[in-house]
């Protein structure tokens, strides 16, 4: 588990350093490619972790699917929040200041909402010991995000 969640880190250092506050035509397209390829990991990463067997891997499949569509939503509203600042920065006045904690809290809040919401679906399907493990795994690889979006994020002047 240790190993794949270093691999995991690196992959997500090498996609936010390349596009985090890079500007260009391609930044979107670049951004939704690597919140792709940053799904198909964390796929593989929370499979190999539960160890679940055959009929617990048909109930997750599914709702794990819907709850990565819906994350999709939310991760691309982080980069639109990361966005926002470096088009700001250097020239951030009090208002777009307050326009951005407003989509950073919002954007975190329904993050954490959105995995409560999964959480009580899964706990249908599978026993709460395997839900508890993927809360955990959700939330280390989320971490591993957010320490490597703060990295590539300057302090506002």
């Given amino acids: 588990m240790k190993k794949i969640l270093i691999a ?12 985090t506050l890079a500007q260009g035509a391609n930044t979107r397209d670049d951004t939704e490619l690597l919140i792709s390829q940053i799904q198909t990991d964390k796929r593989a ?7 679940l067997t055959d009929a617990q891997v048909q109930a997750f499949t599914p709702i794990y699917d819907e ?4 994350m999709k939503e939310v991760f691309t509203r ?3 929040v990361i966005e926002k600042f470096a088009a ?3 020239s951030m006045t009090d208002d777009a200041a307050k326009d951005i904690m407003k989509d950073f ?3 975190r809040s329904d993050r954490n909402a959105l995995v409560e919401k999964y959480a009580k679906k899964l706990q249908k399907e599978l026993p709460a ?9 959700e939330n280390k690889l989320n971490a591993l995000l957010d320490v490597e979006a703060a990295a590539s994020v300057p302090i506002s002047r």
Avoid: D, H, P
């Fill in 8 to 19: 995991f880190a690196a992959l997500a250092a090498l996609g936010a350093a390349e596009s």
């Fill in 45 to 51: 990463i929370v499979l190999s972790t539960l160890q």
């Fill in 67 to 70: 709850y990565q569509r819906e």
């Fill in 78 to 80: 982080g980069s639109q």
């Fill in 88 to 90: 700001n920065y250097g």
């Fill in 105 to 107: 809290f919002n954007v």
């Fill in 129 to 137: 010991t395997k839900v508890l493990q993927w809360v955990q795994v």
